[in-house]
């Protein structure tokens, strides 16, 4: 038992049954070949040089209409492209291979479309083969994996912006190069225990309540007695929590150094609220407060961390914030729009 045909580099190719056992009945093996056609999902029909259907197997929507006619079915313009391309086979003995895309109620349903000649002994065409297999799931997934690979791409060139532009600005206030060091890895740091968060996330975000403690704990080496976080635990975006990481990172330092901190019975204070705007819009007012020395903090000079609090950080968020040092106490206020986060 043998089927001729025209390999895909157009050489002749001889598909038999290999060992078939005596016992076996070609009616065996027709009933094994259905099963297997069904269980994959492979749909096959046969047609004459005249375009006739001599056979069918597994046939089913959009490949067959109740007369088993897939013209029927299929929209015009694939009905014409694959019937032009079963012409052009059945005149040049070549075989092609398509892509068919059909419209369906969930989005477009793909097949994978094989055309063969079938040649006689002496070489002739005597029909045509085609054979479908649906292949929706796998283009979605390579669809899938696509645009996860822009959103990738899109988001490590906003990383390396964020980076290029804390080096800029680390150097512009840095008194020496181990200075530099020192700051410049401490936000690196920062901007990677952030980083953590949002990529377990699967690129979505991350929790403030998590961030924030993340980012202090990275400091205090207990972070339930050092931290009093209130109020509202909203999801922030992978841009809010990059750069709201960063804030709560300069504050950390700032009061391990010169606040609350520094001492081991000291705490700091955060409260989120979701405060409705003027315009009706929902958006996240973040406050940081803790006591510092009564000579006031470090933070009060004009150095990176004070200008990553005030202009940096909010500009990101399109937001608004504010610093205050006085009579012994420091108070961080941020305020976030609505697109920074979500609170479902």
């Known amino acids: 038992m043998s089927f001729k045909s025209r390999d895909r580099q157009g050489g002749t190719r001889s598909d038999e049954v290999i060992a078939l056992h005596p016992a076996e009945s070609g009616m065996q093996l027709g009933r094994a070949l259905l099963h297997a ?3 994959a999902g492979i749909s096959v ?3 004459d040089r005249e375009m ?4 069918a197997r597994n046939m089913r929507a959009p490949w067959a209409s109740e007369t088993g006619d897939s013209n029927g079915i299929l929209p015009p313009a694939q009905a014409n492209r694959i019937s032009g391309a079963k012409r052009d086979v059945i005149a040049s003995g070549n075989p092609q291979r398509l892509e068919i895309g059909v419209p369906a109620e969930d989005g477009v349903r793909w097949f994978e479309v094989w055309i063969d000649a079938d040649h006689g002994d002496g070489g002739d065409v005597q029909g045509v083969v085609t054979t479908m297999v649906e292949t929706t799931e796998q283009k979605r997934r390579e669809q899938t994996l696509t645009a996860l690979l822009r959103e990738v791409s899109h988001r490590s060139k906003n990383l390396l912006a964020i980076i290029q532009s804390i080096a800029t600005q680390t150097g512009r206030y840095s008194d020496g190069i181990g200075d530099f060091l020192s700051r410049f890895r ?3 740091q920062s901007l990677a225990s952030s980083q953590d968060l949002v990529t377990s996330s699967n690129w979505r975000g991350a929790a403030l309540r998590e961030l924030v403690s993340g980012q202090v704990g990275r400091y205090t080496t207990n972070a339930l007695q050092n931290l009093r976080f209130r109020g509202a635990n909203p999801y ?3 841009n809010a929590a990059l750069h709201i990481g960063l ?3 300069e504050l950390a330092v700032n009061s391990v150094s010169y606040g609350a901190l520094s001492r081991p019975d000291g705490f700091v204070e955060v409260t989120a609220d979701l405060r409705t705007t003027p315009a009706g819009e929902v958006a996240l007012a973040l ?3 803790e006591a510092v020395a009564t000579d006031g903090a470090q933070l009060s000079r004009k150095r990176f961390g004070s200008v990553a609090l005030e202009r940096v950080v909010p500009a990101s968020l399109n937001g608004t914030a504010s610093l205050e040092i006085a009579d012994g106490r420091l108070e961080y206020r941020l305020v976030a729009p609505h697109g920074n986060f979500a609170t479902d």
Do not use: D, E, I, S
């Open 52 to 55: 006739k259907t001599v056979w």
């Open 186 to 188: 401490g936000r690196l």
């Open 236 to 238: 922030l975006n992978p």
């Open 287 to 289: 406050t940081w407060a």
């Open 37 to 39: 056609l069904h269980n």
């Open 45 to 47: 029909l046969y047609q």
């Open 247 to 249: 804030a709560m990172h």
